[in-house]
């Protein structure tokens, strides 16, 4: 009985050295796994701290080392990662032109909590983030409406103004390396290619002329009006907020006049549309653009171009005329962003995609098709069927510049018609790009849009 006592005795003995010898490595293991959840919840704050940090300083504008610096570690404190970490040993930041990226580098240690038991006192810690810049490459094409329905309600003065925001946003990306160029198409009736390729080969153009002749003409000196009223001046089915003497006439005879007339023949820069199908498309220009004279249109277009200044100018000097033709400002637009003639400051749609870039159409507008896409010239106004064969062409151009791989934005700016608000949204290359805007506010917030969309950045690494 003695000797059984003595072995159990022993035997717990034994169970307690047994279990004290387990309970090291166990307590180690859990002191692992305490300090890995650690490490990992530290991670996490280290990392979107670090991706923070990397887009602060790729959409900063700054180049200088030393600016970028201190955005970065700004941004770390503010993002909780120095706190997060017990030391930090080195915070890294790098802009790279060459390859248009920034990145961000922290490295630190944490202290550990139960691992110290198997003499590992910290960690070392590190969170790494690279963000593309984006713009890559960047040609936009800036199609505005400039008809004289934007004369009404303060439109051409927001117009300008949420125009110059845009250029603000995108020409600063050439400070990081990138390359960027923006132009202008005014667009009203037509489109004005200005005096300066009036000899060009793929433009055929009259002669300004003068003759003076004698001729005679009817006049009707007794003519009375009657029924007259006031009514609001229209255009493109925008209410101008002014009004004008409507009335009926009495003529009575006509009365001969004869006399010397002088007849003048000018081009003021105007080009109306080739014949049909040759108006959806550009590439070949064999079938000449034919000049429009006694005929005006808004001011001239701007080719591409990276001075901020020239931009600004152009923007500033827009005068508001005319009736509105969509198509006329989408094809010219679309000849802006091609490297062939009738304008060719563009780079090939190969050189634009072998630097990640971007060909891009901002349309906007304020009215509805009044016009029809006849030859050379745009008649029509008269009604709805005019109206409709310029909407029918101006969804296949749409169609056709999407397909050459150029991204359509679309604003609609104070537009009311249902049926042309839904053209513009179908016109941009997918919803996100379709804006509409009621007021001067709206128009500058979807241009910024436009803007920031365009030199969006992307965390890469």
């Known amino acids: 009985m003695a000797t059984f006592k003595q ?37 996490t704050v280290l990392q979107g701290a670090s991706d923070a940090a990397a887009i602060a300083g790729g959409s900063s504008n700054l180049t200088k080392d030393s600016d970028l610096q201190k955005v970065v570690e700004d941004y770390l404190t503010a993002n909780n990662a120095v706190s997060a970490l017990d030391s930090v040993d080195k915070i890294e930041s790098k802009l790279d032109k ?17 691992m110290k038991l198997a003499g590992i006192d910290t960690m070392d810690m590190q969170a790494y983030s690279e963000v593309n810049l984006g713009g890559g490459g960047l040609e936009i094409a800036l199609v505005l409406d400039n008809t004289d329905s934007m004369n009404a309600g303060g439109r051409l003065p927001a117009l300008k103004s949420a125009a110059k925001l845009l250029v603000d946003e995108v020409i600063k990306v050439k400070d990081t390396g990138a390359y960027v160029k923006i132009g202008v198409v ?58 004008h003497e409507a009335c009926d006439w009495n003529y009575g005879a006509a009365v001969k006049q004869c006399g010397n007339v002088t007849n003048t023949t000018t081009w003021y820069g105007c080009v109306g549309s080739r014949a049909d199908p040759m108006d959806e498309s550009i590439g070949t220009v064999s079938s000449q653009y034919k000049g429009l004279s006694n005929t005006g249109c808004t001011s001239e277009l701007l080719e591409l171009t990276d001075s901020e200044t020239t931009l600004k100018s152009k923007i500033d000097g827009l005068v508001a005329t005319g009736e509105t033709y969509i198509p006329a400002g989408l094809l010219w ?129």
């Open 7 to 43: 072995f159990k005795a022993n035997c717990q003995g034994n169970v307690a050295v047994m279990f004290g010898l387990a309970a090291v490595p166990l307590l180690l293991a859990a002191g692992a796994a305490i300090d890995m959840v650690q490490t990992n919840q530290t991670l």
């Open 98 to 114: 060459a390859s248009r990226t920034f990145s961000v580098k922290i490295t630190g240690k944490r202290k550990t909590s139960l």
């Open 186 to 243: 005014p667009f009203s009736n037509y489109v004005n290619v200005g005096l300066s390729r009036r000899n060009k080969p793929w433009i055929d153009v009259d002669m300004d002329t003068s003759t003076t002749s004698h001729t005679c003409w009817d006049t009707y000196p007794s003519a009375t009006k009657y029924n007259c009223r006031q009514e609001p001046d229209i255009v493109d089915g925008v209410n101008m907020g002014s009004t």
């Open 333 to 461: 637009g679309w000849h802006m962003l091609d490297s062939q003639e009738p304008l060719s400051s563009a780079k090939s749609a190969a050189a634009i995609q072998s630097m990640g870039g971007t060909k891009a159409i901002v349309l906007m507008t304020d009215g509805q098709n009044t016009l029809a896409p006849y030859s050379p010239y745009h008649w029509g106004g008269a009604g709805v069927s005019d109206w409709a064969k310029g909407d029918a062409k101006m969804a296949t151009l749409c169609g056709n510049i999407k397909s050459d791989d150029i991204t359509v934005y679309t604003v609609a700016f104070m537009v009311t018609d249902p049926a042309s608000k839904s053209l513009m949204a179908s016109c941009a290359s997918d919803p996100s790009k379709a804006f509409t805007a009621d007021n001067a506010a709206e128009l500058a917030e979807a241009f910024k849009d436009v803007g920031a969309s365009l030199t969006a950045m992307r965390i890469s690494k």
